[in-house]
């Protein structure tokens, strides 16, 4: 039998390549239309990654592998902040923080080393902590730049990620250490809707490079340049 090639049209590609050294920023939209979104710009890092379960059939003499069966075992992101936001909190319980009066302890320190406790009505924000409350699904994208690999200073791509229906994780620790810079660690889960097959989509939209140089050099006129 004569060897045919495969696919005799797709033999090249032109391959891609960018160079990637930035994090991505988030933007967070619940899908509880009565809570706003949220966007985090100062990340440090973001993971987006896919599990799966790869299982080796076995069969034949010398017990061969005659197979792989391999499953889907979901995706997760995590996104690590800068700084500490505060609306963190709210995100984690699915609600939004309040204004009002809140009441607190003051604690004045005496030279003795005895101290005075006094309660106080102020007015804050706060977030009420319910046993019963999680975080509320809703849609996520992230988004990086990507450069030139020769030119590592000039942007040539946008980088997305998109995931219509994500469920972040409520449960978090918080760990307050002297003179250390206290971020958040925000995971999130994609879920695949009903009446769809997919997590989200990966999109790449290349800037169009000409049309974004200025070729004045930041003159008003290209006589006026060089003078």
Known sequence: MAKQDKHPKLQTRNMKQYFVHDTME???NPHDYCTAPYFIGLTTEARIARETNIEKIY?????KVIAISETD?????GVDTALFYADDVELRF???AKDGQVTITEIEMNEDGTFKNVEKEVEGTYVDLK??????????????????SEQSDKIVADIYFIFPNVKPASAFEYNFTMAENM????EFIPQVKLDNETYGQYIVIERNIENN?????GFETEG???V
């Open 183 to 186: 971020g958040q660690t925000i």
């Open 59 to 63: 069969g034949g003499l010398h017990n």
């Open 94 to 96: 699915g609600q939004r």
């Open 224 to 226: 006026e340049v060089g």
């Open 213 to 217: 140089e200025d070729k004045t050099c």
């Open 73 to 77: 075992e979901g995706m997760t992101i």
């Open 26 to 28: 988030v933007f967070y």
């Open 131 to 148: 046993a019963g409350d999680f975080a509320k699904s809703g849609s996520l994208q992230l988004h990086t730049v990507a450069y030139d």
